[in-house]
T-cell receptor, first 114, second 109 residues
Framework: ETGVTQSPTHLIKTRGQQVTLRCSSQ?????VSWYQQALGQGPQFIFQ???????GRGNFPPRFSGLQFPNYSSELNVNALELDDSALYLC?????????????FGPGTRLLVL | QKEVEQNSGPLSVPEGAIASLNCTYS??????FFWYRQYSGKSPELIMS????GDKEDGRFTAQLNKASQYVSLLIRDSQPSDSATYLC?????????FGKGNQVVVIP
């Protein structure tokens, strides 16, 4: 167990809808990263939040947005869902110390868009 | 060129044998390297991190890093059926992890 939790575990939405996924960091961690993992692929970086500010973003459109709260928990919001958004969404928390950072993953949220 | 490449297909190894996994990366400035294990339907689990050239051993796992060749490998000694999983190579750069596609390992009893 990493101490990182995500909710919900599974979700079914229809195309065009909006979804919010939630993540609680491991105690003592100040950074949260979100990844999308399609079936048979490695996780793809969406964005990272450090102390409530976006600290890097991958090649995802603006309809993917996020927040980090003062307690370091985080949300991932996806608007105007498309069929290709169906994937496992992973949250990883970490404590950035100098140049070193080790990310620990939560159990993920499996999203199906119909 | 992909940032992180894991090109081998599924790897079948007999129980007790050594499984060898390889990974290459494109960013020569990368400093941190990780191996994650992912069981089917589950999230990635960190098994090794390595930052310096050479070998790092942790139990039955050994990670090897060669920054000049931009190459990271993972050896699993005395493979067990519980090692059957997908192994993901990850490289840290620009505040993010770049992952390879993963290598599936099947340990045959």
């Amino acid at each position: 167990e990493t101490g990182v939790t995500q909710s919900p575990t599974h979700l079914i939405k229809t195309r065009g809808q909006q979804v919010t996924l939630r993540c609680s960091s491991q105690s003592g961690h100040n950074t949260v990263s979100w990844y999308q993992q399609a079936l048979g692929q490695g996780p793809q970086f969406i964005f990272q939040y450090y102390r409530e500010e976006e600290n890097g973003r991958g090649n995802f459109p603006p309809r993917f947005s996020g927040l980090q709260f003062p307690n370091y928990s985080s949300e991932l919001n996806v608007n105007a869902l498309e069929l290709d958004d169906s994937a496992l969404y992973l949250c990883a928390s970490s404590l950035v110390s100098g140049n070193q950072e080790t990310q620990y993953f939560g159990p993920g949220t499996r999203l199906l868009v119909l | 060129q992909k940032e992180v490449e894991q090109n081998s297909g599924p790897l079948s190894v007999p129980e007790g044998a050594i499984a060898s996994l390889n990974c290459t990366y494109s960013d020569r400035g990368s400093q941190s390297f990780f191996w994650y294990r992912q069981y089917s339907g589950k999230s990635p689990e960190l098994i090794m991190s390595i930052y310096s050239n050479g070998d790092k051993e942790d139990g039955r796992f050994t990670a090897q890093l060669n920054k000049a060749s931009q190459y990271v490998s993972l050896l699993i000694r005395d493979s067990q059926p519980s090692d059957s999983a997908t192994y993901l190579c990850a490289v840290r750069g620009n505040n993010r992890l770049a992952f390879g596609k993963g290598n599936q390992v099947v340990v045959i009893p």
